[in-house]
Each structure stands twice: as structure tokens, then as C-alpha cells.
């Protein structure tokens, strides 16, 4: 049996520099899977507006289905520059 193929793989990671938000892509990139994770310094996720869940450092969250322009994070603690990697699968 062959194995369908969705998509190329996505990856990237990102350093804080400050404490305000960003995201890892400024234009529409849509991912049918994404494994997010906080590998120093505990990080806030959300929208452009306001990043409400909190993950420690060394968690792992995973995204299906999603536009990864609209993900923002930002240090859940001023001055704690921390560092976010994904991977995922790019949509066809």
C-alpha cells in the first residue's frame, strides 16, 4: 500500500529578543499539523491581542489545521528571553 503524501515539512525557531509578541511568520503559512515547542524560558500564547496560555520550558503542544501567522508568543516573565521551536506540515 503507498502512503499518501500531504506536505512539506516546516521548521524554524525563534529567540526572544524583548518582551513584546511575535509570531514566526508574517504572512499566511497554513500547517495540517504542528508540534510547538518551549525549549528555554517559559512562553504565552495566543492571538495578535492577547496571549492567555502559558507553557513552562521544555513543553511540547501540538496544532492541526492552522494558519501559523496567527500564532503569537511573547517570555511569560519580562527579560526572559526564550527560545520556541516548531515543526509541522506545510498544507498542499
Same mark, same amino acid.
Not at 33 to 38: E, G, L
Not at 62 to 69: G, K, M, T
Given at each position: 500500500?503507498?502512503?499518501?503524501? /500531504?506536505?512539506? !515539512? *516546516?521548521?524554524?525557531?525563534?529567540?526572544?529578543s524583548?518582551?513584546?509578541a /511575535?509570531?514566526? %511568520?508574517t504572512?499566511?503559512?497554513?500547517?495540517?499539523?504542528? $508540534? +510547538?515547542?518551549?525549549?528555554? =524560558?517559559? =512562553?504565552v500564547?495566543g492571538?495578535?491581542?492577547? =496571549?492567555?496560555?502559558? *507553557? $513552562?520550558?521544555g $513543553?511540547?503542544? %501540538?496544532l492541526?489545521?492552522?494558519? !501559523?501567522?496567527t500564532? *503569537?508568543?511573547?517570555?511569560? $516573565?519580562?527579560? =526572559?528571553?526564550?527560545?520556541?521551536? +516548531?515543526?509541522? !506540515?506545510?498544507?498542499e
Amino acid at each position: 500500500m503507498a502512503v499518501a503524501f /500531504r506536505g512539506a !515539512i *516546516y521548521a524554524d525557531s525563534d529567540t526572544a529578543s524583548g518582551d513584546t509578541a /511575535r509570531r514566526f %511568520e508574517t504572512s499566511a503559512l497554513k500547517l495540517t499539523w504542528a $508540534a +510547538i515547542q518551549v525549549t528555554t =524560558q517559559a =512562553q504565552v500564547f495566543g492571538d495578535s491581542s492577547t =496571549q492567555p496560555v502559558s *507553557y $513552562a520550558a521544555g $513543553a511540547t503542544f %501540538e496544532l492541526r489545521n492552522v494558519d !501559523i501567522s496567527t500564532l *503569537y508568543f511573547k517570555n511569560a $516573565a519580562a527579560g =526572559q528571553n526564550g527560545t520556541v521551536s +516548531i515543526v509541522g !506540515i506545510l498544507a498542499e
